[in-house]
């Protein structure tokens, strides 16, 4: 590709609208994966108590490893939402730019 390509690419409305709803939805996923991890680190300085429970009077299981591992999970869940976002909207809002500049 030549340098008038870029420009036309990076001067298109439809790669302004591709740039702002990806920052948007990145800074929207990270902000609730931060929000989930500050309430797990704050539960642990201020709510131990909660943490090291027993889930039942039998069980040996504390909700602290419950909790734990739904944080973890919860990354991947956002990290799925995110790349099935990115393969869909994004890729056609992408696919689009670059016909758009081909012509």
Do not use: C
């Amino acid at each position: 590709m030549n340098d008038s390509i870029y420009l036309s690419i990076q001067n298109s409305p439809r790669f302004k609208e591709l740039v702002r709803k990806r920052e948007r939805f990145a800074w929207i996923l990270s902000a609730i994966m931060l929000g989930l991890y500050s309430g797990f680190i704050l539960l642990i300085a201020y709510g131990p108590h909660i943490l090291g429970a027993k889930i039942s009077p039998e069980s040996s299981i504390t909700w602290g490893i419950p909790i734990g591992v739904g944080l973890i999970l919860s990354a991947f869940v956002l990290t799925a939402i995110y790349v099935r976002r990115a393969n869909g909207e994004f890729d056609d809002l992408n696919n689009a730019i670059l016909k758009e500049a081909a012509q």
